[in-house]
């Protein structure tokens, strides 16, 4: 067997990527293009299937097991004969695989999930937003196709360009065919001669990008826009899967949503509150006048329509409603007391009576506080 730890310079309990470092490592010295010697050429190819074995999961647990896909008479398989075998004897071999024969080295890419924090104004009416993401993408150098520019594939010495191979063992049944695919080229029929140095024949390579955005007006914390093809390349520069921006909206210092409608609470002094009044009020939509009524109680509400935030599917705006909060003075001088007791005289407030008020109101409570919150 060939030491392909060795040949890369690697531990046997190297990292994945440790041994694409060593690799890259080695072919930029080695390599044709750079060293013409025979002798480089001969180490290269020792060190591209050392990379080929040992960056493939299943290759590397065999090739540690003791089955070495180079060496001379491996048939690409090792020893072991498993029920699947049986199966595939009576169902037909390979059954469950999608396709027979050599397959391709292109797969589509994975989804992508980002996060994105916007400020309450932006779900009222929609914002353009710019994200900064990190996703693979098609390799430049090879152009998704995994060979350095310049090489090209063999065909695999082991299935004869198939991408499976063919086995028979004997069973309690008798003798029985197998086919699976090709260890040493992973069933793709070819095998890269020298992989790219720059995505070590993965044909994408990882990198950050700025992509522009569009946050449609009436989202909420949870709502998840999707981009078709913007998230992460495939094998071998096959078609990118989806990006997937999910949204959070910040908390506002004034306002708080519930629903589409938003929610704030003014300050009113006693007077005001009593006398009635108006008085303009700050909202997304710029300055409005607001209607305060003689008589206002605290916690009263009051609403300006369409000034909510815009129904995310359909037409139109939720509702602003601001509930009083009626303040009392705390400090008084002799005058302003004076002019307070004598109002009290005139009401007949002099010795209020206190009165419980009932811990659940009523039905007709419930309407009123239900078409004031209107």
């Not at 024969?101 to 353009?128: K, T, W």
């Not at 890269?192 to 989202?219: H, N, Q, W, Y």
């Not at 909060?325 to 007949?348: M, S, Y």
Request: proline share 5%; charged share 25%; hydrophobic share 30%.
């Amino acid at each position: 067997m060939n030491d392909y730890y060795q040949d890369l310079g690697v531990s046997r309990d190297a990292s994945p990527e440790d041994i694409k470092r060593a690799y890259r490592k080695k072919a930029r010295t080695l390599h044709p293009d750079v060293n013409p010697s025979p002798e480089a050429e001969e180490q290269f190819k020792k060190v591209s299937q050392a990379y080929d074995v040992l960056s493939d999961a299943d290759k590397r647990r065999s090739y540690d097991m003791g089955s070495d896909p180079y060496a001379a008479g491996a048939a690409g398989f090792g020893q072991g004969f498993s029920f699947s075998d049986i199966m595939d004897a009576f169902f037909g071999a390979g059954a469950g695989q999608a396709q027979r024969g050599p397959r391709s080295r292109q797969r589509r890419g994975q989804d992508a999930l980002i996060r994105l924090d916007i400020d309450l104004g932006d779900a009222v009416f929609g914002a353009e937003k710019e994200l900064a993401i990190e996703t693979a993408v098609v390799c430049s150098t090879c152009h998704g196709d995994g060979a350095q520019p310049g090489t090209s594939r063999r065909t695999c010495d082991v299935c004869g360009g198939r991408g499976e191979i063919q086995q028979v063992q004997r069973s309690f049944l008798g003798q029985v065919m197998t086919t699976r695919p090709c260890a040493t080229c992973q069933g793709y029929g070819e095998v890269l001669v020298s992989p790219c140095f720059e995505c070590s024949g993965d044909g994408r390579v990882r990198t950050r990008r700025t992509l522009k955005i569009k946050v449609p007006a009436g989202v909420d914390t949870g709502t998840r826009i999707q981009l078709g093809g913007e998230g992460e390349v495939g094998q071998g520069g096959g078609p990118a899967g989806d990006l997937y921006v999910e949204v959070a909206v910040r908390a506002h210092q004034t306002f708080q949503r519930r629903g589409d409608d938003l929610h704030c609470t003014v300050e009113l002094p006693m007077t005001a509150a009593a006398l009635g009044t108006t008085i303009k009020l700050d909202t997304f939509d710029g300055s409005n006048e607001l209607e305060i009524k003689a008589g206002t109680q605290p916690g009263d509400a009051m609403t300006l329509r369409g000034l909510g935030v815009t129904h995310l599917r359909g037409t139109g705006r939720g509702d602003l409603i601001i509930h009083a909060n009626v303040q009392t003075p705390t400090r008084l001088d002799e005058q302003q007391e004076e002019l307070l007791r004598q109002l009290a005289t005139l009401r007949g407030e002099e010795h209020p009576a206190g009165r419980l008020s009932p811990a659940h109101p009523g039905l007709f409570g419930k309407l009123r506080d239900a078409f004031k919150a209107k």
